[in-house]
């Protein structure tokens, strides 16, 4: 592993004050007047993989827009800190260079290249009248070579498949030099390998000091995958913290109206899970 | 990162050889070729048509206008040559050329900023609205109000196309398509009317040139307006390149990477609009430049806008001027209107670009 393309970091372990992560409370966004997201809490911590659980339609994806200030909290007394910076406060651009959110289905018809996609995760950091500078493009090729496609980078993104378009827009949000980093289900439409494989990469990012938000719904590689969860259900967290303590029969079975039974891998020591239907 | 199975990170070979990298990384180039080809178009232009005119006549012409012809040694040209240049071809071509740029620096906004491949300048109901203002001083016989009838129609358009798509809700690429089909159909229903109610024979000629757009009757006025409206709102428009790539993947990722996505697009939308207003308030609504010529350059630059909006500006400078010398020669001494000059170019080549499987639509 050599070092990303991000502006990493050194991850703090400890109690001596550092870099703690993102940390949301009472965030809440209603509309039309339904209520999607009801006083959630959230955290992230610093360095790690989190990961953000939850059925169909429970608002993981509009917890992350609102995270990423994509669209503003309904209620005013929302906050969302990252290492004590207060992230809805920030400018938009300013939020760009720190953040960066990758979403679940983007998508051009435009012939657009790789490398030019990438190059897009530099906006925020240059003038809106300047070009890509030398520095930019090294910043987008070291984030290609992150996600293990230099070799793509003058392709044109609509003749990849999903898994390496999945790749590349993690390279644009790379490219954003983020310290945090949301991804809205990364793994979503991706073979095993290609899963396992974007999932190695966040581990990597996380290594460097990253924090990483995923929303994830297959629970399986969550547990495989995140040191951090929290499990959302119609907009509001059923339960947070380590895995092995949220990913259990007695929260699960009812979010999820399923069955759990929780084996442990062999080898990792990390939960498995396996569900039927009750009755 | 390790190197993986699935994509070795090797040096650049296999999949990145199936692309034109020479043609996209060439870039540089492009725009100094295009500046050129847009001088000698304008040059040759003026010298086409009936009267036999050199491109030295020409030089001769505009440098004695500007006051050069003594340093520069040129021989001043006959009355009847310099006029045939000076007030007719001259007006005319640079009002082509100025129309062609604005038309196609609009198309690639409204395409981009809709992410819709048949947008063009005149989606937001524009030319429609034009046109109504426009039928309206033809058939009460006020033809000196007509290009401010015709700014004021599109301006209009607009204001009730985005009230509309903002009424909806926010202002989404869908919504503002749907406004401006709303509008475009009801402006030009109020078109057909009038022009059924009380168009007579003489008026008609007249409405359906202004209709199909045309230069024809381009004076130096005509080249103010819009080398002006061109000048301000197309280089404003032009230098959006950043803000623009930051919409190829969508609002929402625009938004992510720090662009305020409601502000801009008004901004721009407005922008597109009263340039297109200003086109159309001297030319008429020509169509297919805006649509046609944003896919054509695109073929050559890709999708960032640094370069294509630029060059587009100056492919569609030269190319309106060829459109609408075909238009004044081709059946001479009659002329057709330059958009049905630009509909016979744009069809069959939309058509091309869309059977070579370009992912237009
Ligand atoms: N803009 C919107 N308008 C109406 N309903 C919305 C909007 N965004 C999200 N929702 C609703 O909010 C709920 C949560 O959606 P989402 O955040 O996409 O869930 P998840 O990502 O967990 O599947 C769903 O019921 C969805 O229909
Ligand atoms: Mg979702």
Known sequence: MTTTATGARTATTGTTPGPRGLDAERVSWSVGGRLILDGVDATAPAGAVSGLLGPNGSGKSTLLRVLAGVQPPSDAGARVAFDDADLLGLGRRKRARVLALVEQEASTDLPLTVLDAVLLGRIPHRSLLAGDSDADRAVAHRALATVGMTAFAEREVTTLSGGERQRVHMARALAQEPALILLDEPTNHLDVAAQLDALRTLRALAEDGVTVLAALHDLNLAAQTCDHVVLLSEGRVVAAGDVRDVLVPDVLDPVYGVRTEVLTHPRTGRPVLSFELPG | ?361
């Open chain 2, 1 to 361: 990162m390790t190197t993986r199975t699935a994509a070795p990170a090797g040096p650049v070979a296999g999949p990145a050889a199936t692309v034109r990298p020479a043609a996209r990384r060439g870039g540089v180039w492009w725009l100094p070729a295009a500046v050129v080809a847009l001088v000698a178009t304008v040059l040759v232009a003026v010298t086409i048509g009936p009267a036999d005119l050199s491109v030295g006549d020409v030089a001769a012409s505009v440098a004695g206008h500007l006051g050069l012809g003594g340093v520069l040694g040129l021989e001043p040209l006959g009355t009847l040559q310099d006029g045939m240049v000076w007030q007719l071809r001259l007006p005319r071509v640079l009002t082509a050329a100025a129309v062609g740029a604005g038309l196609a620096v609009c198309g690639v906004v409204m395409q981009s900023l809709t992410r819709n491949p048949l947008a063009d300048p005149y989606l937001l109901g524009l030319s429609s609205g034009a046109s109504l203002g426009a039928v309206l001083v033809l058939v009460a016989g006020l033809t000196v109000l007509l290009p401010v009838a015709a700014f004021v129609g599109a301006v209009a358009a607009l204001v009730a196309a985005l009230t509309l798509a903002g009424a909806i809700g926010t202002i989404t690429p869908t919504r503002t398509v749907l406004a401006g089909l709303a509008v475009s159909q009801l402006a030009a229903a109020a078109t057909s009317f009038v022009i059924f109610w009380s168009a007579t024979g003489d008026s008609y000629r007249e409405i359906l040139s202004w209709l199909m757009g045309s230069v024809a009757g381009a004076t130096w006025t005509s080249v103010a307006v819009t080398g002006i409206a061109v000048l301000v709102l197309g280089t404003l428009l032009a230098s959006s390149g950043s803000v623009l790539d930051a919409f190829t993947f969508g609002d929402t990722a625009a938004a992510a990477l720090g662009v305020p996505v409601a502000r801009v697009r008004w901004l721009l939308l407005v922008g597109v609009a009263l340039l297109t207003g200003a086109l159309v308030s001297q030319s008429g609504s020509i169509g297919f430049v805006g649509l046609i010529l944003p896919h054509a350059v695109r073929m050559l630059t890709g999708a960032r806008h640094r370069l294509l909006l630029p060059l587009s500006a100056l492919c569609g400078a030269s190319f309106l001027v060829w459109a609408d010398t075909l238009a004044r020669t081709v059946f001479a001494p009659r002329e057709v209107p330059v958009g049905i000059v630009t509909a016979a170019i744009g069809a069959p080549v939309f058509a091309l670009l869309l059977w070579k499987g370009r992912r237009i639509a």
